[in-house]
């Protein structure tokens, strides 16, 4: 690979973000399990930052404790070290993509707990 050329992968994650800030989320899926396949261990920002598209489209498709738990596990699979403003950002998505008459279920509060946290408490 040229060290000039643009990864497949990074342009899957840009396609995923803006197909789930969209509402396409059969687009977006599409995109993240195949950026997630280049990605062999699947660790890192960038298959974090997947998870919690994922996870986002999980909340647009109704499915708000699925999409919590997602985000919850992600966020927190990330060690506390390399938690940066955009991973908040992002994991704060799923919740703002829940209906506000549904953010009262348990696993919507404890997301929003634990992203109130100082850095570093998890």
């Not at 899926?29 to 990605?39: D, G, H, V, W």
């Amino acid at each position: 690979m040229d060290a000039w050329a643009f990864p497949h992968r990074r342009l899957l994650l840009y396609l995923s973000g803006a197909y789930t800030a969209l509402g396409q989320t059969r687009n977006a899926r599409k995109a993240q399990l195949e950026a997630l396949s280049l990605y062999p261990d699947h660790t890192g920002i960038d298959p974090a930052l997947l998870h919690l598209e994922a996870a986002i489209c999980l909340a647009l498709d109704h499915s708000p404790s699925e999409a919590c738990q997602l985000a919850t596990t992600t966020y927190l699979q990330v060690p506390s070290g390399h938690r940066t403003p955009i991973l908040g950002a992002r994991a704060q998505h799923v919740i703002d993509a829940i209906p506000p008459a549904m953010r009262n279920a348990r696993p919507v509060r404890e997301l929003g707990e634990i992203l109130a946290l100082p850095p570093g408490a998890v």
